[in-house]
Every structure is written in structure tokens, then in C-alpha cells.
């Protein structure tokens, strides 16, 4: 009884859902990373509460809760490269953030993990958190709303992307938010 008891707590304390909603202090790395913010995704049909996002690899300064470390690309079984999702300001000069109403399936890929697709390493799979409780916004949908429930958008709160963007902007000493002036018109 007493080494299951010991088993069970070491798993506990092992184990995370590596989602940036556990951490507190955004991270700011410069590697190789898949971009989301952007992304169609579609429900997993073997975990209800992920979706399976089609995201786009970058390299370059980008911001998340793990650690650099965590970060850095791995090649795994069967030669396929792994990469985490994170957040970066890359597609803010091509794209404006739409706002989704409450209530609208979408995801969180902040940390998520992915595979780099082996037929286009421009691309990159990721599994990403399914919310719906809370308003959100996405450069996806080319700001036309009725997109926000037409599938699952990768997306975040404002109070997400204010807390990721705020350390992005002093790494790249910016002094002009480029989320300014960014939103679709209504």
C-alpha cells in the first residue's frame, strides 16, 4: 500500500497538461516554433477536449510558460520533429484579429505540443486545449465572423495575449504595440 501511495504521488507531481493556464511567467526564447494564431483546427476524435490544429513553423523570437529548454525542437520516433506552439507577432503585418463571441468552441495553443509535417516542414500539427466560456479573437476567419462558428479557431483571451504580448515587446524593444490598429473593422 505504502510504495502504490508513493507510485500515485510521484506520477501526480510529474504530470502537467503543458498549457500556459498552469504558469504564471511568460518566457521569451529565440528558436524554431509553431505558430497558431492563425490556425484552423478540428476536434480530436480521441481526446473531446483537444483539437488538431494546422499551424505554420517559424524561427525567430516567440513567447510562452516552458522554459527554452522545453522548447527546443526534438526529433522523436519514427524521425518525426517535435515543436511546441507558442505566441509571436509574425503574421501581424499579413493578418487582423477577428473577435468570436462567447459560447463559440476554440482553442488555446500556447505550449501545446506538435509534430512538424514531414511532406512540408513549413507546417506543423499541433494538439491544442478546446474552451468556450470566455469571448476570444483569432487571425484566422479573414474577419468575417460568421467564420468564428464555421470550425475551432486557434485563439486567445485579450487578457492572454496582453500578458504574452507585454515581454515580447521588451525583448524586440518595441515601442509600438503592433496588436494596435490590428482588428478587423465591424
Known amino acids: ?17 503543458n498549457y500556459a493556464a498552469e504558469q504564471t511567467q511568460p518566457i521569451v526564447c529565440q528558436q ?9 483546427c478540428i476536434p ?22 516552458k522554459t527554452c529548454e522545453q522548447r527546443t525542437p526534438k526529433e522523436v520516433q519514427y524521425e518525426a520533429r517535435r515543436l511546441v506552439s507558442t505566441f509571436s507577432f509574425a ?8 473577435a468570436c463571441r462567447k459560447g463559440i468552441p476554440w482553442t488555446d495553443c500556447v505550449d501545446a505540443p ?5 511532406m512540408d516542414p513549413k507546417k506543423a500539427i499541433c494538439s491544442c486545449k478546446i474552451f468556450n466560456t470566455q469571448s476570444f479573437f483569432t487571425f484566422g476567419g479573414d474577419c468575417d465572423t460568421k467564420k ?39
Open 1 to 17: 500500500m505504502k510504495c502504490t501511495t508513493i507510485i500515485l504521488t510521484l506520477l501526480c507531481l510529474t504530470t502537467n497538461s
Open 114 to 118: 506538435c509534430t512538424v509535417n514531414p
Open 148 to 186: 468564428c462558428q464555421e470550425g475551432f479557431w486557434s485563439g486567445t483571451t485579450e487578457s492572454s495575449a496582453r500578458i504574452l504580448r507585454k515581454p515580447l515587446l521588451e525583448t524586440l524593444k518595441l515601442s509600438a504595440d503592433p496588436s494596435k490598429d490590428n482588428t478587423c473593422s465591424r
Open 91 to 98: 503574421q501581424f503585418h499579413a493578418k487582423k484579429n477577428m
Open 44 to 65: 480530436d476524435p480521441r481526446h473531446p477536449d483537444y483539437a488538431i490544429c494546422a499551424c505554420v513553423v517559424k524561427n525567430g523570437y516567440s513567447v510562452g510558460y
Open 32 to 40: 524554431k516554433y509553431a505558430l497558431c494564431t492563425s490556425a484552423a
